[in-house]
């Protein structure tokens, strides 16, 4: 009995797609500590692209001195305002977090507040859900002092590595595009939905989150709370907190606020939060980021759950980018196995030519 042999051409292409991924699993498992620095990489290099090419192919500048260009702008205008942030937010939580005192009296006033309210008392707030709270949040203060090293090297590593991808995009470009087995129609898909979704979350969640603050510091300025500056950059930040967002500053805080006696500021402060915070959301969503790229909000905020998880803060770009990959795959699947070549079309990356789509 005679037994068919396997194709020895599909064996070395197994073999080789086998080698290709353990190779890739041990670079990545060896390298991950980069990780962040490269995802940043590509993070920036998609962001500058269309005026980087612009520059050096339309006004023929010089490539190196051109990518240095945009190095020093992402110095000033991403890394710098970071680190001002991050400079003025430290000693404020510090300071606020010695104040212990200050703190249990603001939870006793809470918890007597919500001792005879209706589903607030089966809330537990003794002082040992407290000390429980307070416990878990301290733990990640020694995380955040250790990762102090590893951002700064990762920040180089970004640099390092945007330098290079710029100085070398044609060629890198046109390498990937031949690489990717895929019709060029698919190609050109694969390409938009990065291009859309890296620069709509790279840009809409700093937007989102600096007119949420904003709006959120004005009003607490107005119904007279303290530290409205810190609350308001606090506010800013819980915008990238999956499903709950701002609400996880200004409800603790209107609650204390009512607790504490104050009831026309507490329930006018929550109005407030409610319809301008968390409406700006919506506001923002319909013009500028629609504008930039329309994400659904579903694939947004599970997107950022996972991406949290993977990559850290880095995920908010690649988390729904990972999570958008399903559909877009099950499209390629249907443009390669299901309807057949559409056709030749031109490199979609080539970077002479922007065909990507305008988000």
Not at 96 to 103: A, P, T, Y
Not at 147 to 166: D, K, P, R, W
Not at 200 to 212: D, M, R, V, Y
Request: hydrophobic share 50%; proline share 4%; with cysteine.
């Amino acid at each position: 009995m005679k037994y068919k042999q396997i194709n020895n051409n599909s064996i070395n292409q197994i073999m080789l797609i086998i080698i290709i991924i353990l190779i890739s699993i041990l670079v990545f498992k060896n390298l991950s500590y980069y990780l962040p620095g490269f995802l940043g990489a590509i993070t920036l290099y998609i962001l500058f692209r269309r005026p980087y090419f612009r520059l050096t192919e339309f006004f023929r500048w010089k490539k190196s001195l051109t990518s240095l260009l945009f190095i020093l702008l992402s110095i000033v205008f991403i890394i710098l305002p970071m680190w001002a942030l991050i400079d003025y937010l430290v000693p404020q939580i510090n300071h606020f977090f010695s104040n212990q005192q200050q703190i249990i009296d603001k939870f006793n006033t809470l918890k007597v507040f919500m001792s005879d309210k209706p589903l607030l008392k089966d809330i537990d707030m003794s002082d040992t859900a407290l000390l429980t709270f307070l416990q878990r949040l301290t733990r990640y203060v020694p995380n955040i002092l250790n990762s102090v090293a590893e951002v700064g090297v990762n920040i180089i590593v970004t640099f390092f590595v945007l330098y290079f991808m710029q100085v070398h995009a044609k060629y890198m470009e046109s390498t990937l595009y031949k690489a990717i087995p895929f019709s060029p129609e698919s190609k050109r898909d694969i390409w938009n939905e990065v291009n859309v979704m890296v620069r709509s979350n790279a840009i809409g969640i700093p937007i989102l989150g600096f007119f949420q603050g904003v709006v959120a510091m004005i009003g607490y300025w107005v119904f007279g709370i303290d530290n409205f500056v810190l609350l308001g950059l606090l506010t800013g930040i819980s915008s990238i907190v999956p499903i709950l967002g701002t609400m996880t500053i200004y409800i603790p805080i209107c609650a204390i606020t009512l607790a504490s006696g104050e009831t026309a500021n507490g329930i006018g402060l929550f109005i407030y939060c409610f319809i301008l915070v968390g409406g700006i959301d919506n506001v923002l969503r319909f013009t500028i980021l629609k504008t930039i790229g329309d994400v659904p909000p579903m694939i947004t905020v599970f997107g950022v759950l996972l991406g949290l998880n993977l990559f850290g803060m880095l995920g908010l770009i690649f988390g729904p980018l990972i999570l958008s990959s399903i559909g877009l795959l099950i499209k390629v699947y249907s443009h390669e196995y299901g309807k057949g070549d559409r056709g030749e079309a031109d490199n979609p990356m080539e970077s002479g030519r922007h065909l990507d789509r305008e988000p």
